[in-house]
Each structure stands twice: as C-alpha cells, then as structure tokens.
C-alpha cells in the first residue's frame, strides 16, 4: 500500500522559506513529483527529481528559487521554497510516478498524497 504524506506547509511573509516533505510509506518509485494548486486555480507542476541520477526539474514560475531532493534510503522528497511570492500560495501535493508520460503533467502521475497548505503573505 502506497501512502504519501506531506508535511511543512504553514502561513508564511513573503521573502521568507519553507521546506516541505513527503513521506512515501511504500514501493519506491522512479520519479517523484511535486505539483500545487492555487486558489481558483488548475493544478500546475512545480518540480520533479528522478531516482536513477537524481535529475531535478523546476516550473519557470520556481527556477532559482525552489531546490527539489531526495532521500532514497528514507524514502522521502523534499522541497525547498525560498523567496516566497504571495503568488506561491497554494495546496502543494507529492505526487509519485512509475509509468510512462511526461512529468509536467499530473495526469501521468499514480499516487498522490493529501497535500499542505502554503499561505504567503504579503
């Protein structure tokens, strides 16, 4: 039984940091994937990182100042948001993925955690 479980959200000033985390409690999977949803918004891709050679990859809205990593032997992603935006407010969700597809979208992506509230303010 796959679980996925993020933690670190929480109500932050802009400029300021926030490192979440995903706890996955079962198999491990090729490609682990963060994506958020803004209010009155669609689902968008945030960052991604592969398990082979650890290749990250970032949504232009967060190059620069998102770094995304993880911990195999923990089983447990990460992802470090600095220079918050207002704009980052959002539900963030860990996604994790083993079939084919793109990254960039949620739709190739099997399990899903229940997501963390991130609230910037200005």
């Known amino acids: 039984q796959v679980q996925l479980v993020e933690s670190g959200g929480g109500l932050v000033q802009a400029g300021g940091s926030l490192r979440l985390s995903c706890a996955n409690s079962?198999?491990?999977?090729?490609?682990m994937g963060w994506f958020r949803r803004p209010p009155g918004k669609e689902r968008e891709f945030v960052a991604a990182?592969?398990?082979?050679?650890?290749?990250?990859y970032y949504a232009d809205s967060v190059k620069g100042r998102c770094t995304v990593s993880r911990d195999n032997a923990n089983n447990t992603v990460y992802l470090q948001i600095d220079s918050l935006k207002p704009e980052d407010t959002a539900i963030y969700y860990c996604?994790?993925?083993?079939?084919?597809?793109?990254?960039?979208?949620?739709?190739?992506?099997?399990?899903w955690g229940q997501g963390t509230q991130v609230t910037v303010s200005a």
């Open positions: 996604a994790a993925k083993y079939t084919s597809g793109t990254i960039f979208n949620w739709y190739s992506y099997n399990y």
């Open positions: 079962g198999r491990a999977f090729s490609t």
């Open positions: 990182v592969t398990s082979t050679i650890g290749s990250t």
